[in-house]
């Protein structure tokens, strides 16, 4: 367990704030990759692709993300559901094909017309409306888990093909990036934009809960999959590795070791709540400070001169009571600061407060200015 005490007394201090490069689009190709709510929609902005996860941007936040020219992917389970969807209750029996017990989701029936229908009206045609032109989709082959047979599964491979097809055909601007699935890729790699897989270098153990490296054996053959695919088909190949966040140097290693293959590196945590290591370098220059307002009221400008006069960089003001943030904020903040110290009945806020220095940012106490 963690001396709360003992780590804000250590971090006190605030290291020297850098701004953000106005990159812009380059001609390299990146991406970002962030299903947390809060965005930090200034430094998402800066890369050419960024997959989110839609139910927890809001309509500003996208806006904000695409204005300089990213092109936003949401996420999007093709060949699974899960019982936390809001739409989850219109789900019929007969679409499903069983039950992924590790994931505890539904494995869905492609060639079920009336699931493609709900896929479409449901799923995509709302993304769509809201603002989304791209789909990162996952769980394309899941139906190899019920589908046993050679029969079975081209049914299945046969309707995932047409029913992006017609994706295509009435969207035909969406760009579309599968998430692995090699033996379908050569039937649907005219619908796509970029193929992406996990764990090249750096992996999670989601059965143990740690981080973990493949072995050569497994790096072998994942990149004789990815080369074949963009030799045959043209496409990007973008990578997502796992690395703690406070190893984020080691970040960078891998990430260099995943651009020097030809692809496109995302370097993060298994959760994606982290804004993790790209192919392009974006500096933090904010400060987030954490306020109550039951203590000390709702004038943020009061709030601002009465505790952070002598803070350096740009501020960014967070009232407690909206609750913690759920990311980890290292990579978008240079440190956090608090206003108060957490007492023996904010047990979460002190534990909060503890897995942000885990990851690497400085937390510091408020010098309170009357």
């Known amino acids: 367990m963690i001396n709360i005490k003992h780590c804000i007394a250590k971090c006190?201090?605030?290291?020297?704030?850098?701004?953000?490069?106005?990159?812009?689009?380059?001609?390299?190709?990146?991406?970002?990759?962030?299903?947390?709510?809060?965005?930090?929609?200034?430094?998402?902005?800066?890369?050419?692709?960024?997959?989110?996860?839609?139910?927890?941007?809001?309509?500003?936040?996208?806006?904000?993300?695409?204005?300089?020219?990213?092109?936003?992917?949401?996420?999007?389970?093709?060949?699974?559901?899960?019982?936390?969807?809001?739409?989850?209750?219109?789900?019929?029996?007969?679409?499903?094909?069983?039950?992924?017990?590790?994931?505890?989701?539904?494995?869905?029936?492609?060639?079920?017309?009336?699931?493609?229908?709900?896929?479409?009206?449901?799923?995509?045609?709302?993304?769509?409306?809201?603002?989304?032109?791209?789909?990162?989709?996952?769980?394309?082959?899941?139906?190899?888990?019920?589908?046993?047979?050679?029969?079975?599964?081209?049914?299945?491979?046969?309707?995932?093909?047409?029913?992006?097809?017609?994706?295509?055909?009435?969207?035909?601007?969406?760009?579309?990036?599968?998430?692995?699935?090699?033996e379908i890729i050569p039937h649907i790699a005219k619908q796509l934009d970029a193929v992406a897989a996990e764990s090249l270098y750096a992996s999670w153990d989601n059965v143990h809960k740690k981080y973990t490296k493949t072995s050569p054996k497994n790096q072998k053959w994942l990149l004789q999959q990815l080369a074949a695919i963009k030799k045959n088909y043209g496409l990007d190949i973008i990578i997502i590795d796992y690395v703690p966040p406070k190893q984020r140097q080691y970040a960078h290693e891998i990430s260099k070791k995943i651009q020097d293959q030809g692809f496109i590196p995302w370097v993060s945590t298994p959760e994606l709540n982290y804004l993790g290591v790209s192919s392009i370098t974006i500096k933090p220059n904010k400060v987030l400070a954490l306020y109550d307002s039951k203590i000390e009221g709702h004038d943020k400008k009061k709030v601002m001169q009465k505790y952070f006069k002598d803070t350096q960089g740009k501020l960014e003001l967070h009232d407690i009571q909206l609750g913690l943030p759920n990311a980890i904020l290292a990579g978008q903040y240079t440190a956090v600061i608090t206003s108060s110290k957490p007492t023996e009945k904010q047990s979460y806020y002190r534990d909060w407060l503890a897995r942000q220095i885990q990851s690497g940012i400085t937390v510091k106490m408020a010098k309170i200015s009357s």
């Open 12 to 182: 006190l201090g605030v290291g020297l704030l850098v701004s953000i490069p106005t990159l812009g689009i380059t001609n390299d190709k990146n991406i970002a990759i962030y299903y947390a709510n809060n965005p930090p929609v200034e430094m998402l902005s800066q890369f050419e692709r960024v997959i989110v996860e839609a139910d927890n941007i809001e309509a500003d936040e996208l806006t904000q993300i695409r204005k300089q020219g990213s092109n936003v992917f949401a996420y999007a389970s093709i060949g699974e559901v899960s019982a936390t969807r809001s739409w989850y209750g219109q789900v019929k029996k007969e679409w499903i094909l069983g039950k992924n017990v590790a994931w505890d989701s539904d494995v869905m029936d492609l060639s079920n017309p009336e699931w493609q229908e709900f896929l479409i009206s449901t799923v995509i045609t709302p993304l769509w409306d809201r603002g989304y032109r791209g789909l990162f989709l996952d769980t394309l082959d899941s139906f190899k888990l019920f589908a046993l047979t050679e029969e079975k599964q081209a049914i299945q491979t046969t309707a995932l093909q047409n029913f992006l097809k017609r994706v295509k055909k009435q969207y035909p601007e969406l760009k579309l990036i599968a998430n692995r699935g090699f």
